[in-house]
């Protein structure tokens, strides 16, 4: 049995995600031609410069009938026109993936877009740091040893599920699957909630009025608590508008956690802070990022 | 006008804290003799052995009359104590400082311990990083760059100060000074508060039954904001106790804006939380620790 291969892969969005996947599977030699779309025409031309891309892609419906692979790496918010305009010209064996941070949402306006074409549609969360963003930024080692969440739907066959796996295997990631609820219930509790209160701490010190001499201040902890404060306010909106009742969730649970903690500071109760601080302590120094 | 020399100096906790700071004087060349006071015998004969001290004290009131400089760097729990032991003994010329994280408490312990000595003591907080502690984490260039933050009192001599400040400064520290109740407010503000968050969200994921496949998907977002986390449950139960007051009103203000965000989410307000992540980001982005 040989290795499947994709002969034709077409990004739409070549900045960091999608970049970084066509560079890795010309690097592990599964890629053959890169065709890229996107609404920026800098970063296509850019991407094209950096050898991520073979061609700019004019003709969606020409293009994507005989392509192995499409991924589709831009905002989420632009995903369903993107459904929509693939839909009508999908080959039978052209497999679609994308690169978004919520998968319910994502799965919803596939299902709406589709048609019955959603069985070919295996959605994907690549959980790599997004610190810099662009084409520039693309590598071909972006996610290597990098966990990638398939949340696979009931439609999917298996052999969509086995092929769109290994493209992301052949990009060096470690590849695990969870229903997209699941997903997004887990990240809500893992990083959207963490971003959102990072955001809130930086954004309570920014309107006050001694906010310099206060930030003056601030040292080596409060730089790690708010590093994700600085991460793109629209790309966090949207997630957040997307992941909305689950993240409501967890924010409620929060601030239930934080009425405890509140009522042993205002009762002096040394021992809770103490008990709450320990437990924390410990799971926090046994886990290590995998 | 010569220097100012430190020819005996007394290290009440020879730690991180105490370590670096005696290695500091004697690389600076201000330092003659090192003798240390302490409540692990071990932790003092691995100062010595690693020469930051010259010799282990015996006996206080013997040694504090001839000192320069006494600094005081245990928990600050135990330095009402440290306060009763020197106060008899203090030689006339002899400045007394401390590294402690709160400045009010100790303010107070200083006054009802010290008596009329404590104009001698000038209260100082180096903001140093503490991940690593005891002796063997000391190192003379710890302070280098950091900010030390004095907080003198009424009582204080501008001698004292003087001499505090250059002891600081001669560890390499940029010396800023605040009142002691401006110090708390702003260390609530700024370090406090986001310790207690980071402890509050893995004590949340740390109580759940499915908490070994949400910490299996947290990534580098997450390992930043709750690196805090990881940090002495006992050091931060008794900073918390310290600073209770401030510490509520801050965590008060910041439950407040939780309020705010879980409104807008709520009420799918996108508009608003872009807002409110925007000035976040601006603010973070444009800060840079000193």
């Known amino acids: 049995m040989t290795k499947p291969q994709f002969k034709k892969i077409i990004i739409f969005g070549a900045g960091l995600i999608g970049g970084s996947f066509a560079l ?8 053959g031609e890169a065709v890229g779309f996107g609404r920026s025409s800098a970063t296509l031309e850019q991407a094209k410069h950096l050898g991520i891309l073979d061609r700019i892609g004019t003709d969606v419906a020409a293009e994507v009938g005989d392509a192995d692979i499409v991924l589709i790496a831009t905002p989420v918010a632009q995903m ?28 919803e306006a596939a299902r709406r877009r589709l048609g ?32 990638v969440v398939l949340t696979p739907m009931p439609e999917n066959t298996a052999e969509a599920v086995a092929r769109v796996r290994e493209a992301w295997e052949q990009c060096g990631a470690v590849v695990s699957e969870l229903t997209p609820q699941q997903h997004d219930e887990v990240f809500a509790a893992v990083s959207h909630l963490p971003h959102l209160l990072s955001y809130a701490l930086v954004h309570d010190l920014a309107r006050r009025e001694n906010r310099d001499l206060l930030l003056s201040f601030a040292a080596s902890g409060f730089r790690d608590f708010t590093r994700i404060a600085a991460s793109s306010p629209e790309m966090w909106r949207d997630i957040c508008m997307a992941n909305r009742n689950a993240l409501l969730d967890e924010l409620e649970r929060y601030m239930e956690e934080l009425g405890i903690l509140h009522e042993a500071l205002a009762e002096a109760d040394a021992g809770k802070l103490e008990e709450i601080f320990s437990l924390a302590r410990s799971v926090r120094a046994n886990w290590s990022q995998q």
Chains 1, 2 share one sequence.
């Open 116 to 147: 019955a074409k959603v069985a070919q549609f295996v959605p994907a969360h690549p959980i790599a740091g997004a610190e810099k963003s662009g084409a520039s930024a693309a590598q071909a080692d972006l996610y290597q040893g990098k966990k």
């Open 80 to 107: 369903a026109d993107i459904f929509t305009r693939i839909a009508p010209h999908l080959g039978k064996h052209t497999v679609v993936t994308d690169g978004g941070s919520t998968k319910c949402d994502v799965v």
């Open 24 to 31: 890795a599977l010309r690097k592990a030699g599964m890629a």
